[in-house]
């Protein structure tokens, strides 16, 4: 063999080593590609969806809190309306005070008007019974109370009408 025949063999062993590792590379090329594509996918669907399942807890959340906003401010607007009539509706229980009043005139205008305001009183109650607190409408009712008590038939000189007076001091006071 001469040496331009091992030269030849030389040559065309390391052209097929190399043209395969070329392919091989080429192949591995590829592949690598496609794998990393579709792995590049599958993260990006589930970040995705984990992105679209986060916005749609945020929108419902968002939503939720809008229904409570808006039923506290409709109660918020039940409360104000109840509270401003009550309000009203105690001014009106008051007397006009004239200099030449005494403290008695004041408490007999409370006792022949206790059923008027009784009756006023367990409107409003029934009107706005729901939105008042519990310790609120506790109060009206033992004005309700103290209002039908005193509308009894009074006599000036009987000991009721002492007994109405401090009754109705105790009204004018809730």
């Not at 009206?140 to 005193?150: F, K």
Request: charged letters at 30%; glycine letters at 6%; aromatic letters at 10%.
């Amino acid at each position: 063999m001469q040496l331009s025949d091992i030269l030849a063999i030389s040559g065309t062993i390391l052209a097929s080593i190399g043209g395969g590792t070329a392919i091989v590379f080429g192949f591995s090329n590829w592949l690598g590609k496609v794998w990393a594509n579709r792995l590049m996918e599958k993260e990006k669907n589930k970040h995705n969806r984990e992105l679209e399942f986060l916005k749609n807890t945020f929108l419902k959340e968002t939503e939720n809190y809008k229904i409570r906003l808006k039923k506290s401010e409709l109660l918020f607007e039940k409360q104000y309306e109840a509270a401003s009539e009550l309000v009203a509706l105690h001014r009106s229980f008051i007397p006009q005070i004239f200099p030449h009043m005494d403290w008695g005139d004041v408490v007999d205008h409370y006792a022949f008007s206790s059923k008027k305001i009784e009756e006023k009183l367990e409107k409003y109650l029934s009107r706005n019974g729901a939105v008042l607190g519990e310790e609120i409408e506790e109060k009206i009712s033992e004005c309700i109370s103290v209002a039908g008590w005193t509308k009894f038939e009074i006599n000036k000189n009987t000991k009721l009408h002492h007994k109405v007076k401090k009754k109705v001091k105790k009204y004018i006071n809730c």
